[in-house]
């Protein structure tokens, strides 16, 4: 199980280094996609109690919803809107992959040096858990297109939730099925808002959305 | 129970309005609605409900405190809307006064969760629902808002919910404590607390909920949001939701006072606080738009709590008072601003001139409000400013208190330049008059005004009795 969690783990930080250098607006969705899937899968391997009913009501609720209906959200905006590739963005690919590159190491050298809590089974959930929340936030900055952003939302957040696993059984299940609902309403308010956008500017550059500024 | 009906009976009012038909009818579920809520409170300032839910409901003089000042905002908007949905026919309207709802079921969530992960999901739910309302008026600036809106407010959150995690993580191991994130368990725990990932928490949670709060420098979507909201959002936004979310951050706050970090936390808040500050001066000087000018007011007003909070507990008094002040008066604010921005059609300088000959009710509580934000007596934000200073003075912190009478003037003055254009002078004779006064829509700001010029003269024994339990919550560890 030991391995199996440290697999996975490795394999979500690959996804996101891969998002970083990806250009197809449905190959981001389908990565992240896959992304959510490890997630919904690792409880199971990381914990003592791996197969406990609630981890995997837990576990199934995390896999059907980041790896199904929120990609499913996102692809049928990119079909109403027509559009298939993300422009230049503002960071170009190989910078950003060398910029993740050098993210995952400073989450390293930064969880070496925090107290890290007894009782976690794999030393690898912290600086993993690190490194994805710094590349989300480094493709919501740097990307222009509204739909990578919210991509990059998306990592932003499933960095989140590997960290939220470290404690996930101390914190009752009522909050993660909040966390999870509000996740999902998110970015299903920021796929209309995608939409409204769509069709108010032909576009969704958020380069664009320009006018408001001192 | 109590709780129940508290978060419930709003949220069951939002799906009422998004199942009603008729948009004659719709907008009076609102007054309703709110009506109920504050009735319940009412009932809870007679005697405050017991803990339920092993400890996750419970209502402390904090959370009464932002919970009143919530619903009383929301009752006075609620009435102002039924007139202004009527105006804004051309919109359809469910789903706006469904959202009005959802956030006032959120908002009384945050307010009476004793948990750091429920008071997360009620903050996050109060945050998407606004979306629709920044949204309301469909077109291209309101849509430009409504992202970075959506985007600033994602992202912030989301670094909440790293800071909550934190805090649960700082109080490992777990063994026989209960759950490590209500607060009551963290309180008590204070002591064994491990410092390096307490003190990430409160980073954390200070960056996120800041964010929310508006706070320089994450303030940067609160311009472009209030400008584009109808005033009337702006008002719900300004006076309620931030306070929730400053009410996050003292949750906070108040554990790591506990945990004896209270220097560390306090240190920061000045830091906050005089940077707002200073950057709400910036950029209120020389704004033509008097509803962004009125959102850098906001950015001001949070840096004051921030700082007040900083300065110990007569600073957290003042601060606590300033909350309730700061949220009435930037009631009146918003709503005439939403009342001037209809005569004339425009919300700059260019375009509102001379509004007292237009809208002269309107006009003069825009007036009276503007006065009232910047500190003059006597309206009672004077009162808790100064309480502010003497927190300042008394501390021998005289480079702050030196700052946050600078900063003060500075913004006085720029903001001044703006509603004086704007009030005074005579209309462009081409700009043909669009809406006038109407009585509902005055009668909102008027009894804002009031409440502002009362408790400016005035403040009840029973008001400081609850200030004062609230403030000694924030300073229980602090010898």
Known sequence: ?214 | MIYLFLVGVPFVAGLVALAVGSDERRPWILPVGCAIHSSIIVACWRNLPEPAVSGWFYIDALGLLVLSLSSALFLVCSVYCLEYLRLRQERTERLFTACLCFILGAVSLVCVSRHMGLLWVGMEAATLAAAPLVHFNHNEKSLEATWKYLMMGSLGIGLALLGTFFLALSALPYEGHGDPLVIDTLLTRAGTLSVPWLKGAFIFLLVGYGTKMGLAPLHSWKPDTYGEAPGVAGAILAGVVTSCAFLGLLRAFQICAAAGLSEFAQGLFVLMGLLSMATAAAFIIGQRDFKRMLAYSSVEHMGILALGVGLGPAGTFAALLHLINNGLTKGVLFLTAGNIHRAFGGKTMDHAHGALRRVPVSATLFLLGFVAITGSPPFAPFVSEFGVLRAAVNGDRFGVALGFVGLLAIIFIGMATTVLSVVYGVPNKDSKVVHGDSPLMIAAPLVFMAAVIFLGLWLPDWLTAVVGNAAKLLNRGAS
């Not at chain 1, 963005?89 to 060398?98: A, D, E």
């Not at chain 1, 995952?104 to 976690?120: H, K």
């Open chain 1, 1 to 214: 199980m030991e391995q199996l969690s440290q697999l996975l783990l490795a394999f979500i930080v690959f996804l996101s280094l891969y998002l970083l250098g990806s250009s197809s607006l449905t190959g981001c969705v389908k990565i992240v996609a896959l992304q959510g899937m490890c997630l919904g899968l690792l409880p199971l391997t990381i914990h003592e109690q791996g197969f406990h009913p609630r981890a995997l009501a837990l576990a199934a609720g995390m896999f059907l919803l980041k790896g199904f209906v929120i990609p499913r959200v996102l692809l049928y905006a990119i079909r109403e809107v027509k559009i298939r590739r993300e422009v230049e963005p503002m960071i170009g690919y190989t910078p950003s992959l060398l910029l993740g590159a050098f993210l995952i190491g400073v989450s390293f050298v930064i969880s070496e040096r925090l107290p890290v809590p007894a009782g976690l089974r794999s030393s690898l959930l912290i600086p993993v858990s690190l490194a994805t929340i710094m590349m989300g936030m480094l493709m919501m900055i740097s990307r222009i297109k509204a739909l990578t952003q919210v991509v990059g939302y998306l990592v932003f957040e499933n960095g989140i939730y590997l960290f939220g696993l470290s404690i996930s059984y101390e914190i009752p299940w009522l909050i993660e099925m909040g966390v999870l609902l509000d996740v999902f309403v998110a970015v299903f308010v920021m796929g209309i808002v995608i939409n409204h956008i769509a069709r108010a500017f032909d576009s969704i550059s958020t380069e664009k959305l320009t006018s408001l500024s001192d």
